[in-house]
């Protein structure tokens, strides 16, 4: 037996201690593993120091230096995190359909923790932590496997979260760090199809493809989000500058930032030069068709992969559409099923947007950038889906647990005997 | 470009044709395809004589010629069965959630056709015209890929319901029926990541595995049941072997009969001589422990590969247990997560049953014979989801849409702007 399939067996059978926990005795763990996250502190940022060293030597851009790095305020807010995910609603255990059916057999459907859920992430190792007590708090035990940049922040970050399992007489194998970062081992992880529940990848589109080409676990994808903001011809055109701009610049390097502007053409001559100023305001590149350079000449030219890219930087492209259908096909073709967001105070053309799109979330009159678990309401979020099956956008507690049937009788049969 | 990938493409371009068809849209369509399908009842039976003729010549088993063998009260279930999906409750446009958020942005949660479903099966061809109806009542199309034994009858089935799609102006691809049985094909298939939402093998373990292996999709097992009956000190021996009885015998051949009985060392002296007279009485071939054969000396001999086993027969093995744990430990090593049932009068046992089990379907004092999307309220069902992941046990037309978000604004922004 290999020492990852080892890991992971471990991993599987420390589930039913924890799906068998009640909601007062997960708050009290999640709260003890807080505490021994802030006392270990120290020794946390001591590791994290040895991987951004390793990171400077390896070359790592800035931005990626400073997703690996922690620093007392970080810990302090994974911390607090944690301390969060335990306030959270305990989903196991609910009952969300009950119903007698006429022999009298009474059918209630009642969510159960999937079991082992293994997390595949890049740099950042608060997502060690924060996926941690997440799938924990749904009753799930997680296997964690986190980029080979963060390893010992990550180790660092799960001897405390094991101590406070051991501390509360819990198996600490309910949250295990893959510790061999080669690729095999990661293919290994997502061929344990007798063991692993779900696998979770987040990612950029090199890891969600290669995930997606190794697993034979079910895989949630949580890929990129190209998203846009159409401007309809029945746009208020401040509500769209105010959405265009919190969209695009409020915090351009994460997922639900826009990436693509679509403004109607009968709106265009007098929205688009009022938007492209707002965004030069903001020192935002703006990159555009035919159309958009003719009403602002200081826009640059844009090509079909700016239209398909995820900027995550303060670039945005621009084009003018003749109608929303033409707004609508333009989302379908270069989307990432993320997030989509109509200006319009019409109410038909905001029902054929909502209709026409299937993207994870949809909005009229709203930013991009409340697409995330905390702002639509699900207390926090492990990240969100692009994948259309069990949870499509923000991912809650919820989302970690699946309905089962529950059914009782009085000995009723199928069939008289 | 191949002729698989072809198929495929058009299915999908044919989705969002389905998906914006309203309730009354798709119940009309629906009719007319069971219409179309009466109408060509002489043409499926003929083509079915060509597919029993030369499974006969392949020396098919009696079983799957059983199976695969349609006449015309047959097809008029078939057709019947087209009718009951069409009046099935819409899945489609349901609002499950509404909450209005702290800064008034109203978040729903709206239920969306997944939109393009596989479903990959063996020898009957009924599930042809179940599926498709089912997917398209959903709101998604469907690509079918039947096995090589029923070929002309999924064909001839596919040519009424496509004639339908097109009789109402709309794209016939959105029933495709894959006219190559190779398994290359199937693997091209089940690789079409960018093609396919959600692939539904319903088999046996060869089948399932072979699938588990190549997908790259998104895939929802509908696995073998080896099903539980636990006879706990505390039960009713009536109404245990009411269960026992209608578990084993009413359907053998299905996947939530009964294939093994526990019984508790306290009740086993009383009940068990009882249960076995009752399983011979209807010609049960019973295997059993060594505690079992002491009580009831007509007992075979049984061994683990008779508890891991489906036997789809009338062939039961039986295992006296010292406790409700060790039943558990037994059901968590030997079962399939499909149903299981305990026969108690006591509470705390049942509830401690239902806890510890993962299963999909989890029954106290009522027949595994009820594990069935009808049965349980669904009105029908896909099969019977094995997989812990977005639906788990029977599924329904619901279990064929995902929940996404719409939110709705009057210019919210997440951060001042």
Chains 1, 2 share one sequence.
Do not use: W
Not at 271 to 283: D, E, S, T
């Amino acid at each position: 037996m290999t020492h990852l399939r080892d890991q992971a067996l471990a991993c599987r059978d420390a589930a039913p201690a924890i799906a068998a926990l009640d909601t007062a005795a997960k708050q009290h763990l999640l709260n003890r593993m807080a505490d021994a996250l802030a006392a270990d502190t120290h020794a946390v940022l001591e590791a994290n120091a040895r991987d951004m060293e390793a990171a400077r030597h390896n070359g790592t851009s800035a931005a990626m230096l400073d997703r690996l790095r922690l620093d007392e305020g970080r810990v302090a807010g994974v911390v607090a995190a944690i301390r969060q995910v335990a306030a959270l609603p305990d989903p196991v255990g609910l009952v969300t359909r009950r119903e007698v059916r006429p022999n009298g057999i009474s059918v209630e459907r009642v969510r159960i923790p999937l079991g082992v859920i293994a997390m595949i992430y890049e740099a950042r190792p608060n997502v060690t932590a924060d996926a941690a007590a997440l799938c924990l708090m749904a009753g799930n035990s997680a296997i964690l496997r986190g980029g080979s940049d963060a390893m010992h922040s990550n180790l660092a970050i799960a001897a405390a979260l094991r101590r406070a399992l051991r501390d509360q007489g819990l198996p600490e194998a309910a949250i295990t760090v893959v510790d061999d970062p080669s690729r095999e081992t990661m293919v290994e992880l997502l061929q344990l199809a007798d063991i692993i529940d779900l696998a979770i990848p987040r990612g950029g589109e090199g890891l969600i493809r290669f995930v997606t080409e190794h697993a034979r676990v079910p895989v949630i994808k949580h890929y990129k989000g190209v998203c846009h903001l159409y401007v309809d011809k029945d746009a208020d055109e401040a509500l769209a500058i105010d959405l265009l701009i919190d969209g695009k610049t409020s915090r351009p390097g994460v997922c639900n930032a826009l990436e693509t502007l679509l403004v109607h053409r009968d709106i265009a001559a007098s929205f688009l030069p009022k938007a492209v100023a707002a965004l030069h305001a903001r020192n935002v590149e703006v990159r555009g068709d035919e159309t958009a350079r003719i009403l602002a000449p200081e826009v640059g030219i844009a090509t079909d992969e700016d239209y398909a890219a995820e900027f995550l930087d303060l670039v945005i492209a621009v084009r003018v559409v003749p109608d929303i259908d033409e707004a609508i096909i333009h989302i379908r073709r270069f989307g990432s099923d993320h997030t989509e967001v109509i200006a319009t105070q019409d109410i038909l053309a905001a029902d054929r947007f909502v209709k026409a799109l299937r993207s994870a979330v949809v909005m009229v009159n709203a930013s991009s950038r409340f697409s995330d678990g905390g702002e639509l309401g699900l207390g926090t979020e492990i990240g969100i889906s692009t994948t259309r099956l069990h949870a499509y956008g923000p991912m809650g507690a919820e989302s970690l647990t699946v309905e089962r049937f529950v059914v009782r009788g009085e000995g009723q049969t199928r069939h008289p005997v």
